[in-house]
């Protein structure tokens, strides 16, 4: 995951890149660079290794100016963050490339090239593109159609930006599977790989699609799709902030968090499927082998992320049929866990900092295991650099200490993960086509649950003077209660308990009566009717229920049962990142009710790094 910036204008661009590189600064900050073009037509490149700041110092010890230019913020996939795996990527003649995505045919590429008597100064998938369109100008003369034929060439997910000398009054970009937009100016226009490096300077954007590949002038745009035709894309006014750090419209972080969820979910899919297919090397380049010996799984987390973990469980061993455990990462390293042969370690973290996970990992790492996979939502942390596989989840920026769309971007990985291991372990490219188009259609069902906000809101009033909640799951939605229940604690200060729903008759049963409210989460799949049953014990003990149903499961509103409809066909595989919302914003709108700090709830950091 990196950021993209570009610029083509009658004014000084590099202010506007370096601006732009900081906004998408969370993408991935590993190193960073940019390229313009100077008053003399001359490429001038700049590159250094950390965050963006370190290349304001640069350029303030090399100041450089031009009117068209592109730059990068990068997350390393293929080399080690370094001065010379940055970009942007020069090859010969002056041309130079700023790409996110990964190119699965890299290798391939690359010794072509070198027969051919192309030299590489880097470890990375993206020289290889910048080489291959500078063979391809030998022939067709033009960058616009090098770019083309390359593209052509290209297997994965890409996106890309070109500049050259002798070219000098326009970007060439394309897209296949990474986002990217082109920004409208006044005599001058823009290009990022989001809307939000672009605010300072426009609202006015095009969005590429799959296959397309532009021209970007000063003051002009040209798009041809991937069957060679001119097409016209439409141009959209964003309603965003041009401060993603502010509230908004919403009241708390947290609430705009819990509405950011599509987005952040679209995001974490974006570069990592394309065609029906999981693009596995967006795990790193060892991926494939590491998931075809891959055995058994152990998976490591706290808080929330082990509820993410346990809802892994399920589907891997369902799915993937692989024996999967899940550990808090606190207890792990006191009980001496044994490791099979051919075990993938992984770890979930928000932060990449937290101490306990971070210490189960360094043990991990001298106990056998096969490798280690991180899932996490901070590039340079240390989770990350630690692991020999990543998978960094897009949430972008979360303010609430009470994670929400982090838990839903660990989800949609956590997703992507069972997919890579089934293609391994009996999966068939239908059965991976069926699972990725479950998971591409995950934000518009958490759109559509969203709209249930009004009907919470008026249902969290029965909790504003309870003390006690029981939320209730079985399978992959118990793990869904966890999280609910401790949602509710965590920001309401309401004492609440997750339980598998089959476990009531053996303890907590004790628990219910009239003042204590039981929260169910009851999708149609297979153990519906036992939930039911479950349910109704809980009725003939006088309490009151509040189930969150699917339309056709049977379950109708009584005396003492609130059934809330959830949205229909809602899949097994989907259902946890679905039906989590609900109890995100019922435990939103209690605790406003009860008069706590939503977003920073007493005790607690957003993230633990202490044991």
Same mark, same amino acid.
């Given at each position: 995951? @990196?950021?993209?910036?570009?610029?083509?204008?009658?004014?000084?661009?590099?202010?506007?890149?370096?601006?732009?590189?900081? =906004?998408?600064?969370?993408?991935?900050?590993?190193?960073?660079?940019?390229?313009?073009?100077?008053?003399?037509?001359?490429?001038?490149?700049?590159?250094?290794?950390?965050?963006?700041?370190?290349?304001?110092?640069? *350029?303030?010890?090399?100041?450089?100016?031009?009117?068209?230019?592109?730059?990068?913020?990068?997350?390393?996939?293929?080399?080690?963050?370094?001065?010379?795996?940055?970009?942007?990527?020069?090859?010969?003649?002056?041309?130079?490339?700023?790409?996110?995505?990964?190119?699965?045919?890299?290798?391939?590429?690359?010794?072509? *090239?070198?027969?051919?008597?192309?030299?590489?100064?880097?470890?990375?998938?993206?020289?290889?593109?910048?080489?291959?369109?500078?063979?391809?100008?030998?022939? +067709?003369?033009?960058?616009?159609?090098?770019?083309?034929?390359?593209?052509?060439?290209?297997?994965?997910?890409?996106?890309?930006?070109?500049?050259?000398?002798? #070219?000098?009054?326009?970007?060439?970009?394309?897209?296949?599977?990474?986002?990217?937009?082109?920004?409208?100016?006044?005599?001058?226009?823009?290009?990022?790989?989001?809307?939000?490096?672009?605010?300072?300077?426009?609202?006015?954007?095009?969005?590429?699609?799959?296959?397309?590949?532009?021209?970007?002038?000063?003051?002009?745009?040209?798009?041809? #799709?991937?069957?060679?035709?001119?097409?016209?894309?439409?141009?959209?006014?964003?309603?965003?902030?041009?401060?993603?750090?502010?509230?908004?419209?919403?009241?708390?972080?947290?609430?705009?968090?819990?509405?950011?969820?599509?987005?952040?979910?679209?995001?974490?899919?974006?570069?990592?499927?394309?065609?029906?297919?999981?693009?596995?090397?967006?795990?790193?380049?060892?991926?494939?082998?590491?998931?075809? =010996?891959?055995?058994?799984?152990?998976?490591?987390? @706290?808080?929330?992320?082990?509820?993410?973990?346990?809802?892994?469980?399920?589907? %891997?061993?369902?799915?993937?049929?692989?024996?999967?455990?899940?550990?808090?990462?606190?207890?792990?390293?006191?009980?001496?866990? /044994?490791?099979?042969?051919?075990?993938?370690?992984?770890? %979930?973290?928000?932060?990449?900092?937290?101490?306990?996970?971070?210490?189960?990992?360094?043990?991990?790492?001298?106990?056998?295991?096969?490798?280690?996979?991180? %899932? @996490?939502?901070?590039?340079?942390?240390?989770? +990350?650099?630690?692991?020999?596989?990543?998978?960094?989840?897009?949430?972008?920026?979360?303010?609430?200490?009470?994670?929400?769309?982090?838990?839903?971007?660990?989800?949609?990985?956590?997703?992507?993960? +069972?997919?890579? /291991?089934?293609?391994?372990?009996?999966?068939?490219?239908?059965?991976?086509?069926?699972?990725?188009?479950?998971?591409?259609?995950?934000?518009?069902?958490?759109?559509?649950?969203?709209?249930?906000?009004?009907?919470?809101? =008026?249902?969290?009033? =029965?909790?504003?003077?309870?003390?006690?909640?029981?939320?209730?799951?079985?399978?992959?939605?118990?793990?869904?209660? *966890?999280?609910?229940?401790?949602?509710?604690?965590?920001?309401?200060?309401?004492?609440?308990?997750?339980?598998?729903?089959?476990?009531?008759?053996?303890?907590?049963?004790?628990?219910?009566?009239?003042?204590?409210?039981?929260?169910?989460?009851?999708?149609?799949?297979?153990?519906?009717?036992?939930?039911?049953?479950?349910?109704?014990?809980?009725?003939?003990?006088?309490?009151?229920?509040?189930?969150?149903?699917?339309?056709?499961?049977?379950?109708?509103?009584?005396?003492?049962?609130?059934?809330?409809?959830?949205?229909?066909?809602?899949?097994?595989?989907?259902?946890?990142?679905?039906?989590?919302?609900?109890?995100?914003?019922?435990?939103?709108?209690?605790?406003?009710?009860?008069?706590?700090?939503?977003?920073?709830?007493?005790?607690?950091?957003?993230?633990?790094?202490?044991?």
């Amino acid at each position: 995951m @990196c950021g993209i910036v570009g610029a083509v204008a009658e004014r000084n661009v590099v202010p506007i890149l370096m601006e732009g590189l900081r =906004r998408l600064e969370y993408r991935g900050y590993d190193s960073a660079g940019i390229a313009v073009l100077n008053g003399s037509r001359h490429l001038t490149r700049l590159r250094t290794v950390g965050k963006v700041r370190m290349l304001d110092e640069a *350029l303030e010890q090399t100041p450089t100016d031009g009117k068209i230019g592109i730059a990068h913020t990068r997350w390393a996939t293929h080399g080690v963050p370094s001065e010379r795996n940055a970009h942007p990527h020069i090859s010969r003649d002056g041309l130079a490339i700023v790409h996110n995505g990964i190119i699965e045919n890299h290798d391939e590429l690359r010794a072509d *090239l070198e027969r051919r008597g192309y030299q590489f100064s880097s470890e990375t998938d993206t020289e290889v593109i910048a080489h291959r369109i500078h063979y391809h100008l030998q022939t +067709v003369k033009d960058l616009f159609k090098a770019v083309r034929a390359t593209v052509a060439e290209l297997e994965g997910a890409f996106a890309l930006v070109v500049v050259s000398e002798h #070219d000098p009054d326009r970007l060439i970009l394309a897209r296949q599977g990474c986002p990217v937009v082109v920004g409208l100016g006044v005599n001058e226009n823009f290009v990022a790989s989001d809307v939000a490096a672009l605010l300072p300077v426009t609202r006015r954007f095009i969005f590429l699609e799959e296959g397309d590949v532009a021209e970007v002038r000063r003051q002009s745009v040209r798009v041809i #799709d991937r069957d060679g035709n001119t097409v016209e894309r439409a141009t959209r006014e964003s309603e965003l902030s041009a401060d993603a750090a502010e509230r908004g419209q919403y009241r708390h972080f947290m609430l705009k968090e819990i509405h950011e969820q599509p987005r952040a979910i679209a995001d974490t899919l974006q570069e990592r499927v394309a065609s029906g297919r999981l693009l596995e090397a967006a795990f790193g380049p060892a991926a494939t082998e590491v998931f075809r =010996r891959t055995q058994t799984v152990h998976i490591v987390a @706290c808080g929330t992320s082990f509820h993410a973990a346990a809802v892994a469980r399920y589907f %891997i061993e369902q799915i993937c049929k692989l024996p999967c455990a899940v550990d808090i990462a606190s207890e792990y390293r006191y009980r001496s866990p /044994l490791v099979p042969p051919n075990s993938l370690f992984v770890t %979930i973290s928000q932060s990449g900092e937290t101490a306990d996970t971070l210490a189960a990992l360094r043990l991990a790492r001298q106990s056998g295991y096969l490798s280690a996979l991180a %899932i @996490c939502n901070v590039p340079e942390s240390s989770l +990350v650099r630690e692991s020999e596989l990543v998978m960094l989840t897009r949430a972008g920026p979360e303010i609430g200490v009470a994670s929400t769309k982090a838990f839903a971007t660990q989800l949609t990985a956590l997703g992507m993960l +069972v997919v890579a /291991l089934a293609k391994h372990h009996g999966a068939d490219a239908e059965r991976e086509r069926g699972l990725v188009t479950r998971l591409i259609e995950l934000p518009a069902l958490v759109e559509k649950t969203l709209e249930l906000d009004p009907i919470i809101h =008026r249902l969290a009033e =029965r909790f504003a003077e309870k003390r006690h909640a029981l939320f209730l799951g079985r399978g992959a939605l118990y793990p869904i209660a *966890l999280e609910g229940a401790l949602k509710l604690k965590e920001i309401s200060y309401i004492h609440a308990e997750g339980y598998p729903a089959g476990e009531l008759k053996h303890g907590p049963l004790a628990l219910v009566d009239t003042d204590m409210p039981v929260v169910a989460v009851a999708p149609n799949n297979d153990l519906l009717e036992k939930l039911k049953s479950n349910l109704m014990e809980v009725r003939a003990r006088g309490g009151e229920l509040i189930v969150f149903a699917d339309p056709e499961s049977g379950i109708q509103p009584s005396d003492g049962v609130t059934v809330i409809e959830m949205p229909r066909h809602v899949t097994y595989f989907q259902a946890p990142a679905v039906y989590t919302v609900p109890l995100q914003l019922l435990a939103y709108h209690a605790a406003i009710l009860r008069g706590t700090d939503v977003d920073q709830p007493r005790n607690l950091a957003k993230s633990v790094t202490v044991e």
